[in-house]
């Protein structure tokens, strides 16, 4: 904290980063919150296509479109990991990473492949200085977003 004493105001404002960024280093960001919020609330989310192949073969896993899930749970423990937002549609998993200050380490990838189940990361960085009520569509649909390679049983079934 930076203690600011102005003439017109005083006030405590957080310390700004070599970026100019404040809070990159805080728990967790307003705009992550609303993110799971949002999805767990709207229960759909744009998804990339995904496409495994062995060399030889290859095959569709997921394509490219507008999912709605049957729920959505945030914060659920799911064997070492804690995904952001657990989506279940017709018994199968999505797990979804939001990126607001910081992506998914390597050991958090490897933990989801070894779960063998879906997942996704979605890159809300660019996001950050713009309003909440502005942001659903950009967390359903517009932000990037990046699917993990699921495991071995995962893409011998697709969400379709």
Do not use: W
Not at 45 to 55: D, V, W
């Amino acid at each position: 904290m930076v203690a600011h004493k102005g003439e017109r105001r005083q006030h405590f404002q957080h310390a700004a980063d070599g970026d100019g960024r404040t809070c990159a280093s805080s728990g967790e960001t307003a705009l992550h919150k609303f993110a799971k919020k949002s999805l767990a609330v709207a229960l759909r989310l744009k998804l990339p296509a995904l496409r495994e192949s062995n060399g030889r073969n290859s095959l569709d896993v997921v394509h490219e479109g507008d999912f709605v899930f049957d729920s959505a749970v945030l914060e659920k423990r799911h064997g070492e990991i804690v995904p952001d937002v657990v989506c279940r549609r017709a018994g199968r998993i999505l797990h979804v990473e939001f990126l607001v200050t910081h992506a998914c380490g390597p050991e958090k990838l490897a933990a989801l492949r070894m779960l063998d189940v879906g997942s996704i990361e979605i890159d809300l960085s660019g996001y950050r200085d713009r309003p909440l009520d502005t942001l659903a569509d950009a967390i359903l649909s517009e932000a990037p977003r990046t699917a993990a390679r699921p495991g071995r049983r995962e893409a011998d079934r697709s969400l379709h």
